[in-house]
């Protein structure tokens, strides 16, 4: 089993509607939760980190349920920029440094 | 300020081969990370390095190596190149051992494919 894994999607989204999807982990022991961002053969970037309360950052909320070992990302009003594969990354122990352990990405389209 | 740069950006290899990708981290950064990311999938940890030493190694062959340099660019040698070797290579900076993603760095990436 992969240590993290996510709905490889696409997900196709009409403009201004609402799409989330899920993130699971294996490791019960994963220090911390982000999602990433990349665009097509561009380098991942952070969007943002998720907290066990859930967290928002503008039309992006995140949350993270450790019981069922799953975070998810929810995208509100899409627009077309946000078409992009969305990685969940995990963070081991503290002792496995910079190390950071990815999804496969869920691919989001969003069209007019 | 100039981020983490990767060269070449692409390059085309034949199986067998030897390949050498180099990474220069963020001015003042001591921990170069890489990873490579097969299309369709995500980034894979192969190596970490910090005050050039490997503090870190993925699931990966021992075609591939790494180093790190006095001035804390890195290399990442793949020996005997397989067709599978045809991914994005990624290079992540640091300042420091233990750093979270908002202090880690991405460069754009060298592009290999193995024909």
């Known amino acids: 089993r992969k240590e993290v894994e996510q709905d490889p999607g696409p997900f196709n989204v009409p403009e201004g509607a609402t799409v989330a999807f899920n993130c699971t982990y294996s490791n019960s022991a994963s220090q911390s939760f982000f999602w990433y961002r990349q665009d097509c053969r561009k380098e991942p970037k952070l969007l943002m980190s998720v907290y066990s309360s859930g967290n928002e950052d503008g039309r992006f909320t995140a949350q993270l349920n450790r019981a069922s070992q799953y975070i998810s990302l929810l995208i509100r009003d899409s627009k077309l920029s946000d078409s992009a594969t969305y990685l969940c990354v995990v963070t081991p122990i503290k002792a496995a440094g910079n190390k950071l352990t990815f999804g496969g990405g869920t691919r989001v389209l969003v069209k007019p | 300020d100039a981020g983490v740069t990767q060269s070449p950006t692409h390059l085309i290899k034949t199986r067998g081969q030897h390949v050498t990708l180099r990474c220069s981290p963020i001015s003042g950064h001591k921990s170069v990370s890489w990873y490579q990311q097969v299309l369709g999938q995500g980034p894979q940890f192969i190596f970490q390095y910090y005050e050039k030493e490997e503090r870190g190694r993925g699931n990966f062959p021992d075609r591939f190596s790494a180093r790190q340099f006095p001035n804390y660019s890195s290399e990442l040698n793949v020996n005997a190149l397989l067709l599978g070797d045809s991914a994005l290579y990624l290079c992540?900076?640091?300042?420091?051992?233990?750093?979270?993603?908002?202090?880690?760095?991405f460069g754009p990436g060298t592009r290999l494919t193995v024909t």
């Open positions: 992540a900076s640091s300042l420091a051992w233990g750093a979270n993603p908002y202090e880690q760095y």
